[in-house]
């Protein structure tokens, strides 16, 4: 079996707290699966482990100092750390935790995170009145805001005697979110994305709206995605109970015309839209000032008329962008797919069926249909939603690469 760590180059950053042994082990789980791993060591965790046994371990000199610049076998070695495929700091401490927030450089760690361009991971550790602390959350959603993923602490007995939440969490979990970060290339790097989701809600006066059951989950999961992948993401989201990811721009919007002014605003700025959102298709001709009262058992009667469709107005005033659309669906799902690409002049479609029982809207799993200008149609399995973002960002970047013009 080949392993997916083989050939990867991982700096290993370990700060001081009871959990280093756990670090020594995530060390050797990694070279096994055939990682380059290079250790950098925080000035407080060699009270804890020696810099010998990580060294031992890694085959691979040990970053414990802030280096003399004129040491030069030193510097290319940092250099070597710098340009890894990939950071993870296992554990983190809250102090640790504290200075990368902030870009404060004072030993090897903390230093080398300053300089590092790649992907970072941050496995916390502390005891539970810590994590709790209204300065540490700050500092976690600060570097989350950033791109840095978090491998969250476990409930556990933790040094201090207690049982609470901020116990390392377990090698293989921390190892397991390695290879998951590093099969994710960073290969949408300074893209500029345009993501829509969730419904929208047509207003009959204060009170009342029409909308539909779209949770956004499918939206949000692509705008993670892609931000993950290195993407600059812009969202905007119809109203959704999800809360704005991090490390993203989010606009809020209610109805199909604030959504449609929205995403025309920021059209041009865009190389890539993908219209996820579920936007309603009728709303009510005229929004009444004042709720509507009941006329005893006399019917009232609405006039609904068609809002805006926002795909087809940005096939107008596209400029090169590449514009994916997703098609909901109760019947003919390939058919009805294709004729909304071509209709809506789109380079991709998803397709979904919304009538098949757990998949769809609400759900966490849907089972989708990429259509493309081609004529190419790929039907997927049951995934879950961050998957189906993966597999459509993977077709997006491929596409893009073979296309050099588009979006450029
Ligand atoms: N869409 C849009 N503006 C609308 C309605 C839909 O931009 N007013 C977009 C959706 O975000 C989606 C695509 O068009 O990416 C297809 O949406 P869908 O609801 O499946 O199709 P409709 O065009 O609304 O057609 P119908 O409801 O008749 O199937």
Known sequence: MTSSLKGKKIVLGVSGGIACYKAVELLRLLVKEGARVFVVMSRNAKKFVTPL?????????????????????????????????????????????????????????????????????VAPAMNDGMYDNPAVRANIETMQSRGIGFIDPEVGSLACGVVGLGRLAEPEKILAAVRDRLARAWDLAGRQFLITAGPTREFLDPVRYISNPSSGKMGYAVAEAARDRGAQVTLISGPTPLKPPPGMRVFACKTAQEMRTLVLDHLASTEILVMTAAVGDFAPEQVQKEKIKKQGDEPIQIR?????????????????????????????????????????????????????PGIGFQSDTNQVTFLDRSGTVEQLPLLSKREIAHRLLDRIAAKLSSNPQTGS
Do not use: W
């Open 53 to 121: 046994t990580f060294e031992a371990l890694s085959r691979n000199p040990v970053y414990h100092k802030v280096f003399d610049s004129a040491d030069s076998a030193s510097m290319e070695h940092i250099r070597a750390a710098e340009a890894a495929d990939l950071l993870v700091v296992a554990p983190a401490t809250a102090g640790t935790l504290g200075k990368m927030a902030h870009g404060l450089t004072d030993d090897a760690l903390s230093t080398l995170f300053v300089a590092f361009r790649g992907p970072v991971l």
């Open 304 to 356: 609904l008329l068609p809002t805006p469709d926002i795909l087809r107005e940005v096939a107008k005033s596209k400029t090169g962008q590449f514009v994916v659309g997703f098609a909901a669906e109760t019947e003919n799902l390939v058919e009805s797919a294709r004729e909304k690409l071509l209709k809506k002049d789109l380079d991709m479609i998803v397709a979904n069926d919304v009538s098949a």
